[in-house]
Nanobody, 123 residues
């Protein structure tokens, strides 16, 4: 059974940085892709970034491209999201998820999700 647990969220001032981690366990992740999504109050869940576990190919949402970087550590089964130049509009609950098929920027493609971690960016 797949388990995903996010960590690293918190409160940061605009312009600051945070690094989120997602620890994965319980399955083989070969052939999978890991994604980060976020959801702000009253808004739909938004694609942030994804990375293919085997190749390391990365994909980003338009609102974070150039500011956020996704990476993974195969040995630790961990995925990271380095967030720089944070803005108040980045405030949301951030989720990591795993998929073995489907379009990477669609949340419906991901069958397994972590509980989320809150990121709050103050102005």
């Amino acid at each position: 059974q797949v388990q995903l647990v996010e960590s690293g969220g918190g409160l940061v001032q605009a312009g600051g940085s945070l690094r989120l981690s997602c620890a994965a366990s319980g399955s083989t992740f070969s052939g999978s892709a890991m994604g980060w999504f976020r959801q702000a109050p009253g808004k739909e869940r938004e694609f942030v970034a994804a990375i293919r576990w085997s190749s390391g190919n990365t994909y980003y949402g338009d609102s974070v491209r150039g500011r956020f970087t996704i990476s993974r550590d195969n040995g630790k089964k961990a995925v990271y999201l380095q967030m720089n130049s944070l803005k108040p509009e980045d405030t949301a609950v951030y989720y990591c998820a795993v998929t073995w098929r489907g379009t990477l920027d669609r949340d419906a493609s991901y069958p397994n999700w972590g509980p989320g971690t809150q990121v709050t960016v103050s102005s």
